[in-house]
Structure formats: C-alpha cells, structure tokens
C-alpha cells in the first residue's frame, strides 16, 4: 500500500528556534541552525528528528534515542545521550506541541472533506442565512434559515446547522455534526458527530404516564472550546446549557440541560453530567466519572475517573470513588477494605491447615 501523508509538513524549524521556543540555551558547541526535519518518538526518532522526553515510563528509550535533539524535562536532562542535544525545559510535553503546530498546522483542526473553499455544489444554504466572506460549507451540509456563520468557519460534509443558529469566526466543524438552538464564539472546534441542542431529558413522571416537559433554552458556547466526537450537548430546559471559554471536552461525554461549564475545564471520555450541574473553572473529570444533577463541583477541583458525584465538591479538592470522597479518606478505605480481604484469606487458611 502506498504511503498516504495525510498532514503535509509546511515548515522545519531550526535547533535555535526550538531553543527560542523553550526558552532555554543550547548546549555549548551546537549548530543552532542545523535543520529539524520533523518530530518523531522517542524510539523511533532518526539523526534528523526532534522528540520530547516527562515521563519516567520511558528512561529506557531516552537513552538509545537516535533522535537529533529532545525536549526534556530537568529531572531526566543527565539521561540525554552524548548524540543527542538536550533542549532542557520544564515544558517538555508542550513545547513539542507547539512545534507540531508550527509544522503540521492542518492537524490542528478538521479541514474541508472536500478540499474546498466557499460553498460546495450539493450544499444547501437557506437565502436568508448570512453567511461572512471565507466560510466554507462542504457538499451536503445545510444551513438553516437567518443562521449567522462568521468568516473562516469550516462546516463539514452532511453537517446541519439549524435555524437562528448563530456561529463565529474560525470554527472548524467536521463532518456530520447537528447544532441546533445554539449561539457558538470563535475558534470553535466540534469533532465529527458532535450534536449540539438538541432536547434536554426533561419528564414530569407521575402514574398517568411521563410527561414531555417543553426544553426553550439555549446552548452557549465561548471562544476556544473544543468537543470530541459523539458528545452531545443538551439545551436548557428554562436556562441556558453553557460552556465556557477553553474548556476541552473529549469523545463520547453526555451534557444535560441547564449545566453551566465554566472555563478552562477538562472533561475525558464518556464522563456523564446530569441536569442543572455547574462546574466552575478549571475543573478536571476523569474518564467515565457520573455527576449527578442539580450539584457544584468547584474550581480547580479533580475528579478521579469512574467517579461518582452525588454531591458538591469544594473547590481545589481532589475527590475518587463512588460515591466521590475526598482522596486521602477514599485511599484509606481501598487500604482498609484490603487488609479485611487479606484477613479473612488468611483465617481461611488457618481453618483449612487445622
């Protein structure tokens, strides 16, 4: 099979810019303008590669790397071998990123599945949406009546974006997403099949059967975030549903009506966020955790993965378990719960000896 490069390189970047951008100094000697041709692991990396050395998991390959030079953190710069030039920072991990950035920038977002530019033949657009100069919309994708897309914004191949809907400047969304009753900022990136309001799950359940309870908010969502594939983000019921700025949610997480995310949170796969929760900034939740609605989880707060909240959590607490409870009580417990195991293993034996 031939070789596909599916993100062209657009540039290399000398050791001095790297160095420039880790903001450290080159080792003694260096030829600052010696050529990085690209950016591998650190097993793989060949004389002309950059790599980046955090972890510990890895001592092992930092020390046979092949690779031209490392981006390290201080605690393994003495493991760099003499061949490679060590690019010291406690940055490591993201200093590479930005370096990828600069020399694959079509990674960092989905792009046109058609190679386009402005609006597709077999694209549907409504003649009273206002679309801005530079928008592109991909073949089969639908643009709702009075929706407003701002200039630079990407909408995919059999995309829909609904009536009223409004959009800002340099969105990127992939194929196949829905948004519905949604006002969205700039730098916005949805993944493919991201839904976006839709319903909430409201109903008034009662023994004559369940009731639909009308959903009439909105969903809101501020500059910079991004949202993995298959997420789904409910409107609000009689509020608004609300994301702030930078947060960064992952694949397959479910956001009910009326919850408030607040900025810079991180949010990985398959977490579920029940109705009328708010998350203040900077909160971290593990993979698969539960929250249970109506709840405050506070700011800067971590929630360990496959967590349940069914409470609030202070801010800057660091919570696990289910139910969720803060980390030195629930560490105590797992230890306790061993030793009782251990226990009842051993009087089993005394038993089984005599």
């Given at each position: 099979m031939t070789e596909s490069n599916f993100f062209p390189q657009?540039?290399?970047?000398?050791l001095r810019q790297v160095a420039?951008?880790?903001?450290?100094?080159?080792?003694?000697?260096?030829?600052?303008?010696f050529l990085l041709k690209s950016v591998a692991p650190l097993e793989s990396a060949g004389p002309n590669d950059l790599a980046y050395m955090d972890n510990p998991a890895y001592v092992s390959a930092?020390?046979?790397?092949?690779a031209a030079a490392c981006l390290v953190t201080p605690r393994f710069a003495s493991k760099v071998p003499a061949h490679t030039v060590a690019l010291v920072t406690p940055l490591a991990y993201r200093v590479f990123a930005q370096v990828m950035a600069r020399m694959f920038p079509t990674s960092m977002r989905p792009e046109s599945s058609?190679?386009?530019?402005?609006?597709?033949?077999?694209?549907?657009?409504?003649?009273?949406?206002?679309?801005?100069?530079?928008?592109t919309v991909d073949p089969g994708a639908v643009i709702g009546p009075h929706a407003e897309i701002g200039a630079?914004?990407?909408?995919?191949?059999?995309?829909?974006?609904?009536?009223h809907?409004?959009?800002?400047?340099?969105?990127?969304?992939?194929?196949?997403v829905t948004v519905s009753n949604a006002f969205i900022g700039n730098r916005v990136i949805l993944h493919p099949g991201v839904r976006i309001g839709q319903d909430g799950f409201g109903f008034a359940m009662g023994p004559q059967g369940h009731l639909k309870v009308p959903q009439i908010g909105r969903v809101i969502i501020q500059d910079d975030v991004e949202i993995g594939a298959n997420t789904t983000v409910d409107r609000g019921a009689s509020r608004d549903t609300v994301i702030g700025e930078g947060t960064k949610i992952d694949n397959l997480v479910q956001i009910g009506h009326n919850v408030v995310i607040g900025r810079h949170c991180v949010i990985v796969a398959q977490v579920g966020i029940a109705g009328s929760t708010t998350l203040e900034d900077?909160?971290?939740?593990?993979?698969?955790?539960?929250?249970?609605?109506?709840?405050?989880?506070?700011?800067?707060?971590?929630?360990?993965?496959?967590?349940?909240?069914?409470s609030d959590v202070p801010a800057g607490a660091r919570w696990g378990g289910a139910p969720a409870r803060p980390m030195r009580e629930?560490?105590?417990?797992i230890t306790a719960l061993k030793k009782l195991a251990s226990k009842g293993d051993s009087d089993k034996d005394d038993g089984a000896s005599s």
């Open positions: 657009s540039q290399t970047l000398s420039e951008m880790a903001q450290t100094t080159l080792p003694d000697g260096t030829d600052g303008e930092l020390g046979t790397t092949h058609f190679a386009a530019a402005g609006i597709s033949p077999g694209s549907f657009v409504h003649p009273t949406a206002r679309l801005e100069h530079g928008v630079g914004t990407i909408i995919g191949a059999h995309s829909v974006i609904g009536p809907v409004k959009i800002g400047r340099d969105c990127s969304f992939a194929p196949q900077y909160v971290a939740l593990g993979g698969q955790v539960a929250v249970r609605g109506h709840v405050r989880i506070g700011m800067g707060a971590q929630i360990a993965a496959t967590s349940g909240v069914n629930w560490f105590r417990e």
